[in-house]
């Protein structure tokens, strides 16, 4: 059978296991950050820097993992 450009794109577009079991355990580690950052502050100021003291570091950790998914 031939082989066809989908067949060979495939495999690149699939993340290995490593990377996916690495970003699973990533995902809880950043929500239990983000809640306890939320429980400590005392007012909405200071619960909004928190979230975005957070947010950031989690953007940049989905933009790592996509680049590193890419052969």
Do not use: C, D, G
Request: hydrophobic share 65%; no cysteine; glycine share 0%.
């Amino acid at each position: 059978a031939p082989v066809t450009n989908q067949e060979l794109v495939l495999p690149a577009v699939v993340p290995a296991p490593e990377q996916v079991l690495m970003a699973l355990s990533v995902i809880p580690l950043i929500t239990v950050m983000v809640l306890a950052l939320i429980m400590t502050a005392r007012n909405a100021q200071m619960k909004a820097a928190a979230i975005t003291t957070v947010a950031v570091p989690a953007q940049l950790a989905s933009i790592v993992q996509v680049l590193a998914s890419v052969p």
